[in-house]
């Protein structure tokens, strides 16, 4: 029978998985602090959006506060590295340990090159591979410029009108033979050989793959879902599967596969509806006491119907939705505050004015009456991450009276504090 769990408990055990459940730690974040954070996580989801600030750095500011950013390049460019790009919950910094299970797993054919003509994609990827076994790491532009034009017969203006270099590029990264060695400032590519990230990386399918961990999906499946779960501690099936969106089928069989092993234990929560499995490690804390402004892109949010079953929190990203029928904003963050999500806020770093813009601020129904008082530190916490000088609320929302009164009184008690 399914060990009995209140969603209070429920609710404690997803945020101790996430790192969310505390108080963050004073002092200084130390780089080892941010490679713990990012071991427990397992991956962290890049974007393109760069309103506020990109989206994998913003995990480790919910979770640690204000640490220096830079360590996280030194994370993914020196080796050994501790993160690598990958696919997994979409474009990722993935674990490195984790890139040969996701290269039997992932299936992103689309974003590349294979309806492109064979031949036309061989001759690209062989001069592709040439370059970059006997140059630097290159852009896509970069290579293009190397390569010359080449013609891609299907002109089928498709995805984002890349040319066909960049998709030949985007078709080896996903079969795992080109990698991203690092980001330029524009946030473009730096592409090379997996072999150089990786080294002695054996690929399923290549000479020395007929044995070994790299050649059995099924084990591959049960450690991804076996990491999904640790850093959901719990969750059904489709939760696991969704975290680095791996099938559903097979993902079900991995889940049996792990609790004949003892790594899942069935459990029933109280209004929760659904097969649920908590993982062996996962830790249930009295209470939880932590604050985090969220990422669009954070973990904890990336599958929404459990989002609403844990905390009653219906979450819809309104970045592609026009204007006019956005009902919350453009980007907009979740503010968890102890055990549960109480408001929504739409940012925006205005960095030619030094200011952190809040444009809209959101109570939930039942939010407690230091939200807003809350909120306001975190505003300010998060505009000294990112070097602004003031926090301004446009009076759009339920929450921006009070949240602006707030940042107000900060603003006052840090000046009478530190006077000048």
Known sequence: MPAPLSLDQARR??????????????????????????????LVQIDSVNVLSRSHFLPF????????????????????????????????FIR?????????????????????????RNAVAAGVLDALSTGRPMTAAELTVR?????????DNWGWNWNAVKRVLEHLFEEGLVSADS??????????????????????????????????????????????????GIGTVRCFADYFRTPMRAAAVSVGHLVEAGRLQPVAVAGWDRALYRHVEAKLPRTATGRALLSPFDSLVFERRRLEELFGFHYR???????????????????LLRDGIVAR????????????????????????????????????????????????VSPAGDLAPA??????????????????
């Open 13 to 42: 055990i997803a945020l101790a998985a996430q790192g969310l459940d505390k108080v963050r730690p004073a002092g200084p974040v130390s780089a080892r602090a941010v490679g713990r954070t990012f071991a427990r996580l397992h």
């Open 317 to 335: 990203i309104e970045i592609y939705t026009p204007e006019a029928k956005r009902r919350f904003g453009y980007y907009v963050l979740p503010f």
């Open 96 to 120: 490195p340990d984790h890139f040969q299970d996701l290269v039997l797993w992932q299936n992103r054919k689309w974003v590349g090159a294979s309806a492109m003509d064979p031949d036309v």
């Open 183 to 232: 980001r330029t400032e524009s946030f473009e590519r730096r592409y090379t050989l997996t072999a150089r990230v990786l080294p002695g990386t054996v690929l399923p399918g290549t000479a020395g793959s007929a044995t070994g961990r790299e050649s059995d999906p099924a084990a591959a499946m049960d450690r991804l879902i076996d990491a999904a779960a640790q850093a959901h």
């Open 345 to 392: 806020v739409d940012l925006k770093a205005d960095r030619a004015g030094g200011t952190l813009l809040a444009r809209a601020a959101h109570a939930e129904p039942g939010a407690p009456a230091d939200t807003a008082v809350e909120l306001a530190a975190e505003l300010q916490l998060m505009a000294e991450w990112l070097g602004l000088d003031r926090v301004v």
């Open 403 to 420: 949240l602006a009164e707030a940042v107000a009184e900060a603003v006052a008690g840090a000046a009478a504090a530190y006077p000048l």
């Open 147 to 155: 390569l010359g034009h080449v013609e891609d017969r299907l002109r």
């Open 61 to 92: 500011f919910s979770r640690l506060g204000n640490y220096d950013r830079s360590i996280l390049a030194r994370m993914a460019a020196r080796p050994p590295r501790r993160m690598m790009e990958y696919w997994a919950h979409e474009a990722s």
